[in-house]
């Protein structure tokens, strides 16, 4: 596996919460703004799969293991990638990896791994309503691909975590919730504003970046999904399977 997609992959260690202030009223807006606190980054990982499923776990990564042997960097250099956004309201990482790798979270629902699957981030708060309006949009997405896409949605913008878990129990979906106090992956976005969204194909590199209300967000993940190499090599392997089980049956 690719020192890249390692990157990604990953599990999370806990970390305690910070409680902020208040967030502020932004109703009107198309989104809200964002505070800039910068903290250190722990880097950190651990396990995605827990003893109890250490059989179904092992049986996926010697299946994701195959499914990489088929997949060279090169493919990932002539993928036919969605265009990026010159529309931004954040600094522009496209066609970059994370400058601050993911770590140092808390998640606020199960882990999940998101090893062979193209991730979007989403910061966002819950004083925010087009973050919450946003959530459906998400949480469909989530549902139409639950085995090449993991949507991960980052919380910690100027509110306690107790609240935060609060509305994820409160209003359950398809993704997974993650809260950070620090924001340190966030940070360097330097974005005015959230909901902020970021897509990242399995080799780490970040995609699109922008507002999941914008038109062209759906069609970016869609493209990312379609052009992902490790993506398409595993659904190649899943059918060729199923096709001999049937065949054998």
Not at 87 to 111: C, H, I, K, M, R
Not at 178 to 186: K, M, P
Request: hydrophobic content about 40%.
């Amino acid at each position: 596996m690719s020192q890249a997609l390692a990157l990604i992959v990953a599990p999370i260690i806990a970390a305690s919460g910070l409680a902020l202030n208040a967030g502020p009223d932004c109703s009107s807006s198309k989104e809200c703004p964002m505070s800039g606190a910068k903290a250190a980054h722990c880097d950190t990982a651990k396990e995605a799969c827990d003893s109890k499923d250490k059989q179904a776990c092992d049986s996926k990564a010697a299946m994701d293991d195959v499914n990489m042997t088929l997949v060279s960097a090169d493919s990932y250099d002539t993928a036919a990638w969605p265009s990026h956004n010159t529309d931004l309201y954040a600094n522009d990482f496209q066609g970059e990896s994370l400058p601050v790798a993911l770590g140092s979270e808390t998640w606020l629902t199960e882990t999940v791994s998101t090893e062979g699957k193209v991730v979007v981030l989403d910061f966002w708060a819950t004083w925010c309503p087009p973050c919450r309006a946003a959530s459906p949009i998400l949480d469909e997405l989530q549902k139409d691909n639950p085995d090449s896409l993991a949507v991960l949605a980052i919380s910690g913008q100027r509110e306690e975590q107790s609240k935060v878990e609060s509305y994820v129990e409160e209003h359950k979906v398809a993704y997974a919730h993650l809260f950070d106090a620090d924001q340190s992956v966030y940070a360097p976005f330097e974005s005015k504003g959230i909901p902020l969204v970021v897509v990242i194909s399995t080799d780490g590199i970040i995609r699109w970046i922008g507002n999941p209300h914008e038109e062209d967000f759906i069609p970016a993940v869609n493209k990312t999904l379609a052009a992902d190499p490790a993506v398409q090599a595993r659904k190649s392997a899943q059918a060729g399977s199923a096709m001999t089980t049937k065949v054998e049956g």
